[in-house]
């Protein structure tokens, strides 16, 4: 059974596949992105992973932190900042 989604715009089909996960599993993010939205995931703080969202059009990427005291969450703060964003 096929999903149907009644939109105005094309626009407001694409913002209703951009909520939703089956943009990333039917390989639609260049559909998406051509249609000027962003594509945000999450996935681990590690610069080989994020290369390759990056490769496939991923804008964003959010990530956790496994460290909970306030001197952990700076180290992993600019490690993430030097090893990760500065080179991406």
Same mark, same amino acid.
């Given at each position: 059974?096929? $999903?149907? $989604? ?9 913002? $209703? #596949? ?8 039917s390989g639609? @993010?260049?559909? *998406? #992105?051509?249609?000027?939205?962003? *594509?945000? !995931?999450?996935?681990?703080? +590690?610069?080989? @992973? @994020?290369? #390759? =969202?990056?490769?496939?059009?991923? !804008?964003? *990427? /959010?990530?956790? =932190? !496994?460290? /909970? ?5 700076t180290r /992993? $703060?600019?490690?993430?900042? +030097?090893?990760? @964003?500065?080179r991406v």
């Amino acid at each position: 059974m096929e $999903l149907r $989604l009644s939109a105005e715009s094309k626009r407001d089909r694409m913002m $209703l #596949r951009g909520s939703d996960w089956y943009v990333m599993r039917s390989g639609r @993010i260049a559909e *998406v #992105r051509a249609d000027g939205f962003d *594509v945000t !995931t999450s996935a681990a703080p +590690n610069l080989d @992973i @994020i290369k #390759r =969202l990056e490769d496939i059009g991923v !804008t964003r *990427v /959010s990530t956790g =932190l !496994t460290v /909970s005291e306030p001197d952990g969450i700076t180290r /992993s $703060l600019e490690k993430i900042a +030097n090893d990760i @964003i500065a080179r991406v």
